[in-house]
C-alpha cells in the first residue's frame, strides 16, 4: 500500500493504534509525504484531530513548520507521545513552545531527564510560571526535581514569563516570599533579581508585578541601601509607573549614612518635567528632605526642582516654591537667571513666595506679554487649472484618493474643455482610472457616483470598448438611473449637477463650469465667476442650475462694492440678476429658515441608553435638534436638498458637503456632532473629527451656535489629538473680534453643570496655554467667568475651574465678577472649596 493511501486509511479510519507504528517506519522522503497531504488537506477537507498532531510533530522538518500546520493549542493523549518518544524525538522540540505548552511541566522535566529534550531557559520560564494550573501539588511542581529550584525559578527573573498569572489561590508572589521565608532560596537575591527583572525592559504588566514583590518582601532600611544603585537605574526606564513605587521605598533612607545623594539626584534629574502628580509631589517631598539635610545640596535642589513651574498644578507649584524660597539663595545671579527662564509659567501664589529671587528684589511686574502672535489657521492659495491633456489623466487618477476636496471640481472642468480632444489612445492611459472607478461599486456617497459620471463618459466616449468598461457597465448603473428614492437629498442635488455637465459633453458645448474653485479650499472669486458668465452672456446660454447655485454658494463675500461694480460693467441685467445671491445680503433670509442660515439649532441635554449584557448603562449627552422634510418640490433648491439631507450621508463625504455651501454649514456640522460627539463616553470617528474641524477652521469664517458647540465637545475630548488640535482652535479665535467667547463658555458651562464630561479634560487643557498673550488671558478669564456663571450646583472639580479662574484673576489684576458673586457665596460651604473662593473674594 503507497505511503499516502495508508496515512488517509489511518485518518480517515481514526485507527489510533495503528498511528505510532506507522510513523516510526517513515523514511525521511515519506515523513515529506505525508507533510504534503497534511497541508492539503488540513483545514480544508480534514480537520485535526489526534493522529493529524502526531503525524504533523512527527512529518515537520523545523518548529516553524510545524507551528504552521498544528492547531495550536490540542489536549494530545500523553502516554502516546511517550510511546513515541521511545523511538523518535524531533531535534527541535525542546524549542517548541507551543507543543511543550500542552503538557504539565513535571512531564516535561521527566521527558528531559530521559535525555529526550533539552530546554531551552525561556521555555523552561514559561512553562514553570505556567505550572500553578496543574494537577501535580505545588510541593512536587517546586521539589520533584532540583533543577527547579536551582535554576528554573531564577529564570523567572531572567526571562518574561506568565509569573503574573494565578490560579486556584496560589501565586508567585506568595510562593517565592514562602521559600525565602523557609530558606529554600537566597532573600538578598530575590530583591536583586527582581530589580534585574525590572530594568530588564520587560512588559509593563510584567514590571509592575516584579516591583510589587519587591515591595510585598518588605525590605529593610540595610537591604535598600545595599540595592540602591540597582534602584537609581529604573528612574531612567520609560514606564514611569514605577516611579512613585521606587521613590516611596527610598525616601526613609535618604538622609542614612551610605546613601549616595550625589548618584540618587543625578537619575532623577529629568523627572521633575513629568506631569504625573503622585511622582512630582513624592520628589519634592524626597528633594526638601535632602535639602533640610545637607546644606551642600541646597542649590543642586533649587536647580533640579524648578521644571516643577511648568507644572499647571497650583498645589506642586506652591510646594516647589515654598522649598526654593527656603533653602534657595534669592541673591544667587545663577539662581535668579535660571528661575527667568519660567517667569512665563509660574503660577501666581508660587510668584508671591518668590518675590525675592527675581532681578534687583522687587516685585515682577506682569507685563504685557507680546511673545505670542496669532497667525491665520490656513492661507488660502491659488488653484491652477488644468492646462495639458497628460496633466488631466494625472489628475483623474487622483480623484478617488481624498487628497484635495477640489480635484474633482477640477476634473470636470478640464474634461468639459478637452471634451472633444481625447484620442483614443488617451482613453488607454485612462484604463487605471476606470478600473479605480470600478472598484467603487460597492461604496456608496459620492465616490460611488463619481464612478458612475466617469464610466458612463468612457462609454460615450470611447470607441472600442475596453473590457474594464464592458465590466463597469454591468457592475454600475447609468448615470441618469444612479439617484433612487432613498438616496440623500444632496446625492440628488449632486447628481442632478453631474447630468447638467453630461449634457454639456455630449452636446460637445465648451462652456465653463461655474462652480469650480479658484481658491483652496472651496472659494471663487466674484471676479472669475463673472469672467465665467461674460461667456454665457456671449452665447446666450444659461447655466445649469445647481452648477449656478453651487458658484453662488462658494463666492468669497469680499470687496463686495468692487465686485458689484465690475459685475455691472461686465454683464447685462439679465445676467447680472445671476449674482443677486451673492450682492443681496437678505436674499436668503425670506426663503430658508433661520436656524438653518444662522446655524442656531435647539439643542437638548438628555440621557441615553446604552445596553451591555445584561446591564443598562445611561449616559448624559446633547441631540441638536435638525428637522428634515421628507419630500421636495420640483423646483427646489441646491440649499433646500441641502438642508434636508441630515439621514444617510457618510461621513467621508461631510467635507465635500461641507464646501458645497461653506456660509451655510449649520446642518451639516449638527449631524457630525450628533453622530460623534453626542457623549463624552462614547465618541466615534476621531479621525474623522480632525479632520472636519480642520476642514471647517480653514474656511476662516465665523462661529455660528452650532460650531461653538461642536468646538465644546473637542474641547471635553477623551483623545488627546481631537482635544489638542480643539485647543488649538480656541487659542487662535479666542482674541478675534468675532469669536464669542462668553456663548462657548455658558455652552461649557451648561455641560459640566449636567455633568456631561469630566471637568479635568477642560482644565487640563486649558492650564497649558495661561500666559500665552495678555490678550489670552482676558478671554480667557471671560470664557471662566461664563462657565462658572452657568454652574448651578458644586460639581465634581469644580475646585479645579476656580483656581483657574483665581490664576486668572491674578494674571490680569482684575477683581471678581458681580455674575458669580452670589455662586461663591453658596459654593463657599463646601469644605473643599472654601480656601480657594475665599483666595478668590480677597484677590
Same mark, same amino acid.
Request: with cysteine; charged share 25%; glycine share 4%.
Given at each position: ?295 551642600? +545640596?541646597? #542649590? &543642586?535642589?533649587?536647580?533640579? @526642582?524648578? %521644571? /516643577? !513651574?511648568?507644572?499647571?498644578? *497650583?498645589?506642586?507649584?506652591?510646594? $516647589? ?100 480632444? +481625447?484620442? #483614443? &489612445?488617451?482613453?488607454?492611459? @485612462?484604463? %487605471? /482610472? !476606470?478600473?479605480?472607478?470600478? *472598484?467603487?461599486?460597492?461604496?456608496? $456617497? ?102 449656478? #447655485? ?294
Amino acid at each position: 500500500m503507497l505511503i499516502e493511501e495508508e496515512f488517509r486509511a489511518i485518518y480517515l479510519n481514526y485507527k489510533i493504534k495503528e498511528i505510532v507504528p506507522f510513523l516510526e517506519k517513515l523514511t525521511q522522503k515519506d515523513k515529506k509525504e505525508v507533510a504534503a497531504i497534511l497541508k492539503n488537506n488540513i483545514n480544508k477537507e480534514w480537520g485535526h484531530n489526534n493522529i493529524s498532531v502526531l503525524a504533523t510533530l512527527v512529518c515537520s522538518k523545523t518548529k516553524n513548520e510545524y507551528e504552521k500546520i498544528s492547531p495550536g493549542y490540542y489536549s494530545m493523549p500523553v502516554n502516546i507521545i511517550d510511546e513515541l518518544f521511545e523511538t523518535y524525538v524531533p531535534e527541535w522540540i525542546g524549542e517548541c513552545h507551543l507543543f511543550l505548552s500542552e503538557f504539565e511541566y513535571i512531564k516535561v522535566l521527566e521527558w528531559e531527564q530521559k535525555g529526550y529534550l533539552k530546554l531551552n531557559d525561556h521555555i523552561s520560564a514559561l512553562l514553570l510560571s505556567s505550572s500553578l494550573v496543574s494537577s501535580y501539588t505545588l510541593e512536587e511542581i517546586l521539589f520533584t526535581y532540583p533543577v527547579t529550584i536551582d535554576s528554573h525559578i531564577w529564570l523567572l527573573f531572567e526571562h518574561e514569563s506568565n509569573v503574573t498569572y494565578h490560579s486556584h489561590g496560589r501565586n508567585w508572589k506568595e510562593i517565592l516570599k514562602t521559600l525565602v521565608q523557609d530558606n529554600k532560596i537566597e532573600r538578598s537575591k530575590v530583591l536583586k533579581s527582581s530589580l534585574n527583572a525590572i530594568n530588564s525592559n520587560f512588559s509593563k504588566e510584567n514590571n509592575t508585578w516584579f516591583l510589587e514583590l519587591l515591595i510585598y518582601l518588605k525590605p529593610t532600611d540595610m537591604e535598600i541601601i545595599a540595592l540602591q544603585e540597582e534602584l537609581f537605574v529604573v528612574f531612567y526606564s520609560l514606564q514611569y509607573s514605577l516611579f512613585s513605587g521606587i521613590l516611596k521605598m527610598v525616601s526613609p533612607v535618604i538622609t542614612q549614612d551610605g546613601f549616595k545623594t550625589e548618584e540618587f539626584l543625578q537619575a532623577i534629574a529629568s523627572l521633575m518635567t513629568l506631569t504625573t502628580k503622585n511622582i512630582v509631589n513624592a520628589l519634592l517631598q524626597i528633594l526638601e528632605k535632602i535639602a533640610k539635610n545637607s546644606k551642600e +545640596f541646597h #542649590e &543642586e535642589v533649587c536647580f533640579l @526642582l524648578m %521644571p /516643577v !513651574f511648568l507644572n499647571k498644578d *497650583k498645589a506642586l507649584q506652591t510646594k $516647589g516654591a515654598k522649598i526654593l524660597a527656603q533653602y534657595g539663595d534669592p541673591k544667587s545671579i545663577k539662581i535668579q537667571k535660571e528661575l527667568m527662564l519660567y517667569t512665563g509659567s509660574i503660577l501666581s501664589d508660587a510668584r508671591t513666595l518668590l518675590t525675592n529671587f527675581f532681578v534687583e528684589h522687587e516685585i515682577l511686574q506682569k507685563k504685557e506679554i507680546q511673545n505670542y502672535e496669532i497667525s491665520s489657521w490656513y492661507l488660502s492659495e491659488p488653484i491652477a487649472p488644468i492646462e495639458t491633456v497628460d496633466d488631466f489623466i494625472f489628475l483623474a487618477s487622483q480623484i478617488f484618493n481624498n487628497n484635495e476636496t477640489y480635484h474633482f471640481d477640477l476634473f470636470l472642468d478640464a474634461l468639459v474643455r478637452f471634451n472633444d480632444g +481625447f484620442k #483614443e &489612445e488617451d482613453f488607454n492611459k @485612462l484604463e %487605471p /482610472v !476606470f478600473k479605480a472607478a470600478l *472598484k467603487r461599486k460597492e461604496v456608496g $456617497g459620492l465616490h460611488h457616483l463619481w464612478a458612475t459620471f466617469l464610466i458612463n463618459y468612457g462609454l460615450l466616449k470611447q470607441t472600442k470598448k475596453s473590457q474594464v468598461l464592458q465590466d463597469a457597465c454591468l457592475a454600475l448603473p447609468t448615470l441618469e438611473n444612479w439617484s433612487e428614492k432613498k438616496t440623500p437629498f444632496i446625492f440628488k442635488a449632486y447628481h442632478q449637477f453631474l447630468l447638467g455637465i453630461f449634457e454639456l459633453l455630449k452636446q460637445n458645448k465648451k462652456l465653463p463650469v461655474l462652480s469650480v474653485p479658484d481658491h483652496t479650499p472651496c472659494w471663487i472669486t466674484i471676479h472669475s465667476l463673472v469672467d465665467k458668465l461674460r461667456i454665457y452672456q456671449q452665447y446666450n446660454e444659461q447655466p445649469i442650475s445647481f452648477d449656478w #447655485e453651487i458658484a453662488m454658494l462658494r463666492a468669497i463675500r469680499e470687496n463686495l462694492e468692487q465686485a458689484e461694480q465690475y459685475a455691472k460693467e461686465q454683464l447685462n441685467e439679465k445676467y447680472f440678476e445671476l449674482l443677486k445671491p451673492v450682492f443681496d445680503q437678505n436674499y436668503f433670509k425670506d426663503q430658508y429658515k433661520k436656524e438653518f442660515l444662522e446655524g442656531n439649532f435647539d439643542w437638548e441635554l438628555g440621557y441615553r441608553k446604552v445596553y451591555k449584557w445584561n446591564n443598562t448603562e445611561e449616559i448624559p449627552q446633547i441631540l441638536i435638534s435638525v428637522e428634515n422634510q421628507k419630500e421636495l418640490s420640483e423646483n427646489a433648491t441646491f440649499l433646500d436638498y441641502l438642508f434636508n439631507s441630515y439621514h444617510g450621508v457618510y461621513d467621508n463625504d461631510l467635507i465635500h458637503i461641507l464646501y458645497l455651501a461653506p456660509y451655510f454649514s449649520g446642518s451639516v456640522v449638527a449631524k457630525k456632532h450628533n453622530e460623534d460627539l453626542s457623549n463624552a463616553v462614547y465618541q466615534y470617528d476621531i479621525k474623522g473629527n480632525v479632520r472636519f474641524l480642520d476642514a471647517w477652521m480653514k474656511l476662516n469664517l465665523s462661529f455660528q451656535p452650532v460650531h461653538y458647540l461642536f468646538l465644546s465637545a473637542g474641547l471635553f475630548n477623551k483623545d488627546k489629538t481631537f482635544s489638542g488640535m480643539a485647543f488649538e482652535v480656541l487659542v487662535n479665535k479666542a482674541v478675534s473680534e468675532d469669536f464669542r467667547v462668553q456663548e462657548l463658555g455658558v455652552m461649557i458651562g451648561k455641560k459640566i453643570n449636567f455633568e456631561w464630561a469630566p471637568v479635568k479634560r477642560f482644565t487640563d487643557g486649558l492650564s497649558g496655554f495661561i500666559n500665552l498673550s495678555t490678550s489670552h488671558n482676558q478671554a480667557f478669564e471671560k470664557l471662566l467667568i461664563s462657565i462658572l456663571s452657568a454652574i448651578e450646583k458644586p460639581v465634581f472639580n469644580l475646585k479645579k475651574l476656580l483656581e483657574l479662574y483665581y490664576e486668572l484673576l491674578n494674571q490680569n489684576q482684575t477683581k471678581v465678577d458681580k455674575t458669580i458673586v452670589s455662586l461663591l457665596i453658596e459654593w463657599e460651604k463646601e469644605n473643599n472649596l472654601k480656601k480657594i473662593i475665599h483666595q478668590i473674594k480677597n484677590q
